[in-house]
């Protein structure tokens, strides 16, 4: 929250990448069966920490599905007197001055310290074979953006919109807090199993929910690359890759599934826009 304010366009430098990889990356085979688990068990509810969107482009229900950090293609204005928001905004730059710096780019810059395309980790090939550069390589150059260069809100005009995430110093959407421990606290149904997959559970609120359904007579399984310091006595523990683990475990139940094939419009920038 104070990166922003001090140096706005920094921040969507890196929000922008982030949203860029997340729209080229693919849902996984576990995101998948989880969401087909979510479609034959209407009592199933994922709350999730990831921001990355591919749960959704797996198609799982958003009934079903608790953001607990918020999501990359939520733009908001960062205007305290403003309340505009976008959900499913996947454009990609969402301004032109966003767009990934390539190759051509920088060869071309009259920086007099240009990137040295050699010291990325990874460039990726463009039509025109120019290469984008590696935001997360320390070594890269970025540009410094005007704030006339930034996502302005179309509401009030003069705001700056902001990624719809939650950054460090700021609460949890109370909606969504507010149904998840509905859910949890149920009287007239109790949770019986609870899946914690890919995380090492020490993220509070989110690590909580697996104490407080195991409280109440919920047995929990974790499926993690490694032994997480949540485990408890009488848990279940599955070492590997969630991706290949987790569509194993739910095949009783949802069948086979197969790679992710489908082309929902959203990984090119061509999703549906709303407005609140």
């Known amino acids: 929250m104070d990166a922003f304010e001090i140096d706005p366009g920094l921040v969507w430098q890196f929000y922008s990448y982030r949203r860029h990889m997340a729209l080229n990356a693919k849902p996984n085979r576990a995101h998948i069966a989880l969401a087909e688990l979510a479609k034959k068990k209407p009592n199933f509810q994922t709350l999730s920490q990831n921001v990355d969107g591919l749960s959704q482009r797996a198609g799982h229900p958003p009934s079903q599905l ?15 007197f403003c309340s505009h928001v976008e959900h499913n905004n996947f454009t990609d730059p969402i301004v032109p001055a966003l767009a990934i710096p390539t190759t051509s780019d920088s060869s071309s810059s009259s920086s007099p310290h240009p990137t040295d395309p050699t010291t990325t980790a990874a460039l990726t090939e463009k039509a025109d074979h120019s290469r984008e550069l590696d935001l997360s390589d320390p070594s890269t150059a970025l540009p410094e953006l005007r704030l006339a260069d930034l996502p302005h809100c179309p509401r009030c005009t003069h705001g700056l919109l902001r990624p719809g995430v939650v950054w460090f110093g700021e609460m949890l959407p109370r909606s969504t807090v507010a149904a998840i421990d509905d859910f949890v606290a149920r009287p007239d149904e ?57 569509p194993e475990l739910l095949r009783g139940v949802v069948g086979e599934v197969g790679e992710y094939g489908g082309d929902d419009g959203h990984g090119h920038g061509e999703g549906e826009r709303e407005r609140a």
């Open 190 to 246: 109790r949770i019986d199993l609870v899946l914690v997959i890919g995380t090492s559970s020490t993220v509070y609120p989110a690590a909580g929910y697996a104490e407080r359904a195991r409280a109440r007579g919920a047995r929990v399984a974790v499926v993690n690359v490694e032994e997480t310091p949540a485990l408890r006595d009488g848990d279940w523990f599955f070492q590997g890759d969630a991706g290949v683990v987790v």
């Open 66 to 80: 608790h953001l607990l950090h918020g999501n990359l293609f939520d733009v908001k204005c960062s205007s305290f």
